[in-house]
């Protein structure tokens, strides 16, 4: 018997059709499924369609339900079958589940352990690359998951970024989210992985308008999309399946599943620190490592963690606070307005950014949820405690002639001991060998420090930052000098 799903995760069509069949007590030998319209060993088998009203007399545990939603992401072939095997098998076993050595229960499990590890990596993993457009900026990432996840992860990215527009493309399925709602499409084949301009491209004249439900114009588009990226795509079936597969049912799920309260940030007893053993850097190894890192709670909200960046021969380190909502999100320092502006204060100051090695005291963003604000909460003492053997390990990588602490919490991380910066700023602190502390520290306010205060101070207050600057070229100069 042959049956026909809608999609690779219909798993409402599989539950109906299995109850169906299990009614029927049809072994599960007897029963192949294939997904809507795709190839199969069994062409010639006739597909069975059963009716829809049909009423089902098979009752099976819920946790039996909720194991099935998650197998059926699976990228196994087998995962329907096996599935329907264990349903078979639990009217006669209803505590089948509970036997964790059963080889078609341990086989499940595996599945679900497999596509949970999947959405795990996935949530920690996506990069967004900002893309200013007409319609200001959007977010846009490419990301190869191994299962069929797109859908189920989407709540997370929902819930994460409520606040800007972005997108998430994938060798199988695309998701958007506009601000308002989220749009599921086709992807785009890990053969023609796009770099990072052509997903600007794609973004700036495709997705952008595709994705607008009201403004779907399926030819209009495909004019728009850039020759180049056709000629890479040759047997991209982008543009149809895009329009016509606007998912309004996962759209539901994912707007009931973002409206769902969330989890409190109320800082938990911290684990005992791991020592880092990576050298620093922002090297794709260090930034594993930092998104493994579980020392605190603050992972479980973030994007990612944002590991410092520049030259390992810098002789200047600049320590911020932590990675705000732009940083959280491009997973690099500094980027968002505190970082333009110390870009321009760095520039004034005679440094160049790309020879510094710039980081922060804490690597994950810490955030509270306004609306879909997420809105800069000042880290705790335990999470910055919890952060400080990675600062270390960067130190001791850099080695720089002089660190600089931006604000309050760069201070206690560098330092660790408060200190009155606006007392203390400007004077390069040479730590005693008892103190622990790593390196000649110069102390000055936090860049954000100058976006708040008040308008007729700003730029005294700006000046004495760039002042602070100077004082740490000068330094540095006068290191090198004969
Ligand atoms: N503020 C910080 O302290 N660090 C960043 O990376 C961005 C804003």
């Not at 109850?19 to 060993?41: E, F, T």
């Not at 728009?224 to 016509?244: C, G, T, Y």
């Not at 597969?245 to 109320?266: C, F, I, K, L």
Request: proline share 6%; net charge neutral.
């Amino acid at each position: 018997m042959q049956l026909e799903l809608a999609s690779e995760i219909d798993f409402d069509g599989w539950r109906q059709q299995a109850r169906w069949l299990a009614a029927r007590s049809i072994p599960a030998h007897d029963v192949h499924w294939r997904i809507n319209g795709a190839a199969s060993l069994l062409d010639e088998v006739p597909t069975v369609a059963i009716e829809k009203s049909s009423s089902s007399e098979t009752r099976v545990p819920r946790a039996f339900v909720e194991l099935a939603r998650t197998v059926v992401l699976h990228r196994s072939a087998d995962r329907f079958a096996a599935l329907y095997r264990v349903l078979l098998r639990l009217r006669n076993e209803p505590r089948l589940l509970e036997l964790d050595v059963d080889p078609d229960v341990m086989r499940l499990r595996i599945f679900e352990r497999q596509v949970k590890h999947d959405e795990h990596r996935m949530h920690a993993y996506v990069r967004f690359r900002k893309v200013d457009g007409e319609r200001g900026a959007h977010f846009v990432a490419w990301y190869a998951p191994e299962h069929h996840i797109v859908e189920a992860t989407a709540g997370f990215f929902v819930r994460r970024f409520a606040g800007q527009r972005w997108a998430i493309l994938t060798p199988e399925r695309s998701v958007v989210w506009d601000g308002n709602g989220v749009t599921f499409g086709d992807g785009v084949p890990r053969a023609a992985a796009p770099t990072d301009d052509v997903l600007e491209d794609l973004w700036r004249t495709y997705y952008a308008s595709i994705f607008n439900p009201a403004r779907v114009n399926v030819r209009v588009t495909q004019g728009h999309m850039p020759k180049k990226f056709w000629s890479q795509l040759p047997e991209a079936q982008l543009i149809e399946p895009l329009a016509a597969a606007a998912n309004t049912r996962a759209g539901q799920m994912v707007a009931a599943e973002a409206a769902a309260p969330r989890r409190s940030h109320a800082p938990r007893p911290s684990a005992p620190i791991a020592v880092p053993t990576a050298d620093s850097g922002a090297g794709n190894e260090q930034r594993d490592l930092l998104n493994h890192c579980r020392n605190c709670p603050l992972w479980e909200h973030a994007t990612q963690a944002v590991p410092g960046e520049g030259p390992l021969a810098a002789r200047l380190m600049l320590v911020g606070e932590q990675p705000g909502d732009q940083e959280d999100i491009a997973g690099r320092p500094f980027v968002g307005p505190a970082g333009q502006l110390l870009d321009r204060a760095l520039k004034e100051a005679g440094i160049d950014r790309s020879e510094v090695y710039v980081t922060n005291a804490v690597k994950h963003f810490k955030y509270e949820l306004r609306g879909k604000r997420r809105l800069h909460k000042k880290p705790a003492e335990l999470e910055i405690a919890a952060c400080h053997a990675w600062y270390e390990s960067e130190v001791d990588a850099v080695r720089p002639d002089l660190i600089v602490a931006l604000g309050a919490t760069a201070v206690r991380a560098v330092l660790g001991r408060a200190l009155p910066i606006l007392a203390n700023r400007g004077t390069v602190i040479e730590p005693t060998t008892e103190s622990g502390v790593k390196g000649r520290v110069l102390v000055t306010v936090h860049p954000s420090y100058l976006l708040r205060v008040l308008p007729e101070t700003r730029d005294a207050e700006y000046a004495k930052f760039v002042d602070d600057l100077k004082i740490a070229t000068r330094y540095i100069r006068d290191r090198t000098a004969p």
